[in-house]
């Protein structure tokens, strides 16, 4: 019988930790232990520690699922992290994780993980749903389920803004500094966002913390990147091939790793520079530039890609009219952005296709397809907004928009039935109910509350567009559809 990953592993050099975990202390606290962060924040942690060393190790908090828990509690919090390239696979084992939690069922060992002096910084990646975030004002949604919980119950949360909150409140009664609170997804100016949101709701708690939050608090921003599917079996089989332990918490990365993060951390911060993240003063040029253009293509090339029976980003790739479009949505996005210093752009859309083309990478269409009223306003709908105002082009990015709504519309008539996975699904629902052509689905889409700018919904041309693909894509199959697009 293999036996389980562990602290009591005896792994090669190559693939153990260069430094004694256990030897570290606790020092950050992140909420969301999901295979991303095992794959990006966690990975730069363990270089740090094994270059700088210092108490910096990571006590991981899952809000809802006791997966990671139960994956990683019986291995000390060890993983396998295998890194993919099209020249092959390196297995290396993470130390970075001393410990998870679990949230769900009573959240007071996260909160004296964050309460304790030890934590000088809360990092997360839960995805956008999770926050609560009301974009029109900045704040948070009072509507959204666990805030509107936390809301009623604020010492005993269990979101994202609660636990910040109460954790923080926490500290203030101790006398102790407050943490650093780090937002590792994709959102834009994603410290800003968050700074507003948990402000704001502690504003509707206690005005007195929401004043000492807003003063004392700090959240820098930060970009991260990394491509990590979901892992398999083969993952699993694969860490224990060249670990020669069983490892539950395996997880699959691509060999690219781009951290880059806004430099505010009063309380202090591992070495993270060690492992090649990057330290700026503004992180929104580097947000612009990854959202629009590998987020971006990446949201286009999901939707087309499902639709025309592409499993994987790398089938996507391999197919050369979908491909072409690719490039093409890329190139428009990047006309849509000022010039980046040390970057460039047209070097950079021929490595994202590099890595979309990585035969080792398994990433489903259809998982990235997830969740597009929260990916496509950023992705999509706001770059589209500034070619708009340049009078640049706008069919790549009504092809995208198209691709997107004939998914919301879960026409079935070139595929299988499939499950429309987002967070609106219901307003999706409801807008389509009475939409039986493509100029109804096109307008009661681009109609929903919050979603495309003002201007954009109004753009006839924009719209005509976007339905004229539509109808092709809802009248005959998607690769018809992307064959006819490869034509204009």
């Known amino acids: 019988m293999t036996p389980r990953l562990s602290a009591r592993a005896l792994l090669p050099k190559t693939i153990a930790p260069a430094y004694r975990p256990e030897d570290h202390g606790i020092g950050i606290v992140h909420i969301g232990l999901g295979a991303f962060h095992k794959a ?86 839960v995805t956008e749903k999770a926050y609560g975030l009301d974009r029109t004002n900045t704040g948070c949604d009072p509507t959204h389920p666990a805030v509107k919980a936390d809301l009623a119950t604020p010492e005993h949360p269990q979101g994202v803004l609660g636990l910040i909150a109460r954790a923080a409140a926490l500290r203030r009664q101790a006398g102790l500094a407050p943490f650093t609170v780090l937002c590792c997804d994709n959102l834009p100016e994603n410290g800003l966002l968050l700074r507003g949101a948990v402000i704001d709701f502690a504003w509707r708690i206690d005005p007195d913390l929401a004043e000492y ?7 820098p921003c930060c970009m991260v990147d990394r491509i990590t599917p979901a892992a398999t ?22 060999d690219f790793r781009q951290w880059v993060i806004e430099d505010n951390f009063p309380q202090g911060r591992p070495d993270w520079a060690s492992a090649r993240a990057l330290f700026v003063t503004d992180v929104a040029p580097y947000e612009s530039m990854k959202l629009r253009m590998l987020n971006g293509s990446h949201s286009m090339l999901a939707y087309a ?16 009219d979908l491909a072409a479009l690719v490039s093409r949505h890329m190139q428009a996005a990047a006309a849509t952005l000022p010039p980046l210093s040390g970057i460039d752009l047209d070097n950079y859309a021929s490595q994202l296709c590099e890595r979309f083309a990585n035969p080792a990478i398994a990433h489903e269409t259809f998982q990235i397809a997830m969740d597009g009223t929260e990916k496509m306003p950023q992705r999509i709908f706001s770059p589209a ?43 999706i629902g409801r807008a389509l109910a009475n939409a039986a052509t493509a100029i109804d689905i096109a307008h009661a889409l681009s109609s929903l509350p919050g979603l495309m700018p003002d201007g954009l919904c109004r753009d006839t041309l924009f719209l005509n567009r976007v339905t004229e693909i539509l109808e092709r894509m809802l009248s005959s199959s998607m690769i018809a559809a992307i064959q006819a697009e490869g034509e204009q």
């Open 40 to 125: 990006h924040q966690a990975a730069y942690t363990d270089t740090a520690l094994a270059v700088s060393g210092g108490d910096w190790r990571i006590l991981g908090v899952s809000l809802r699922s006791t997966q990671a828990l139960e994956q990683l509690g019986p291995q000390d919090g060890r993983y396998t992290l295998i890194e993919h390239s099209a020249a092959g696979s390196r297995a290396r084992v993470i130390g970075a994780i001393a410990g998870a939690v679990c949230a769900a069922n009573g959240s007071d060992r996260a909160l004296a993980a964050m309460a304790d002096p030890t934590c000088r910084i809360v990092s997360l990646t």
């Open 213 to 219: 939050m807003a003063r004392e608090l700090v959240f």
């Open 233 to 254: 079996a083969a993952t699993r089989a694969e860490a224990a091939r060249q670990t020669g332990y069983a490892d539950a918490a395996a997880t699959d990365t691509e």
């Open 305 to 320: 890609g499902f639709h025309a029976g592409l499993a994987l980003v790398r089938d996507v790739m391999a197919h050369r």
């Open 385 to 427: 907004d500034d070619a708009r105002k340049r009078g640049a082009d706008l069919r790549p990015f009504a092809f995208a928009t198209a691709a997107w709504m004939r998914h919301a519309s879960r026409a079935a008539h070139d595929c299988p039935p499939y499950e429309l996975r987002d967070p609106r699904a219901s307003d």
